[in-house]
């Protein structure tokens, strides 16, 4: 004759088995969001790969961020007809060179709200500061503060440290919540030399994948952050920031 199970040893089984669900959740939601952060790397490695290819197209030089900026209707990563809608990758500068669907593809961490005013970049942003625009420091030997043509983007030439210098990261902005936003900006405005707001997102267990103008991919902590106060939200609790060792703008700057 079988014994049954007593109420002691039920609920000491029970324990047990709670306590095991306890260890292993925290591991398999770690897991999980390492999966998430490689596809997200393999993502923006396909940007920084596709705007090399586009670069090579078109003369040697990259895509631009913002081309035509004050009508407001393209980006790096779309096209949209009204000022209301999202932008559309399919009809973006880069879709010849994104592979099946012509899309950019979606960072799986973020999940944005469907307001915002630059929908549909993925949750990645453009070095548009230095290269998404044609500068005066684009001859390689003036400063690069004044912009001198907005429809097309820095030379491959003037890229003298392509190691280190960005092309795209995890991107967001602050504004009461986190929105889509479309460049990754750099701690100083080059033209004026104030502080920007940050759009650099720490989302992948508190780091930011990067992507480096010579096709490599990186993950980096957060360093510093900061507030304008102009806008809602708070950028060191939703997870914005900068990286790197230095408060200048060294590793966005061409030179």
Not at 97 to 114: H, V, W
Not at 127 to 148: E, F, M, Q, R
Not at 238 to 245: E, N, T
Request: glycine residues 10%; neutral net charge; aromatic residues 10%.
């Amino acid at each position: 004759m079988r014994k049954a199970f007593t109420l002691i040893e039920l609920v000491t089984s029970l324990g047990i088995l709670a306590l095991l669900l306890g260890l292993l959740l925290p591991s398999l939601s770690g897991a999980r969001e390492q999966a998430k952060a490689t596809v997200c790397r393999s993502n923006i490695r396909q940007l920084a790969a596709a705007n090399g290819m586009y670069a090579l197209d078109q003369g040697g030089v990259y895509v631009p961020g913002a081309a035509d900026f004050l009508a407001n209707l393209d980006r790096w990563h779309g096209k949209r007809k009204t000022l209301q809608a999202p932008f559309d990758s399919r009809q973006g500068p880069l879709r010849d060179y994104l592979g099946e669907g012509n899309a950019i593809r979606a960072c799986p961490t973020f999940t944005p709200p469907t307001t915002g005013f630059e929908l549909g970049n993925g949750g990645y942003g453009y070095n548009n500061a230095y290269i998404g625009v044609a500068t005066s420091g684009d001859d390689g030997t003036k400063p690069a503060t004044v912009v001198t043509d907005d429809r097309r983007g820095a030379a491959l030439q003037h890229i003298h440290r392509p190691a280190v210098t960005l092309m795209f990261a995890d991107s967001a902005f602050a504004e009461g919540t986190l929105i889509e936003y479309s460049f990754a900006e750099p701690r100083f405005h080059p033209q004026y030399q104030n502080r920007a707001d940050p759009s650099i997102h720490f989302r992948h267990i508190k780091k930011a994948n990067l992507a480096w103008c010579d096709g490599h991919v990186t993950d980096e902590p957060r360093t510093f952050t900061w507030s304008s106060g102009l806008y809602e939200g708070d950028p060191a609790r939703l997870g914005l920031g900068w990286f790197g060792p230095t408060d200048d703008n060294s590793l966005f700057d061409l030179r």
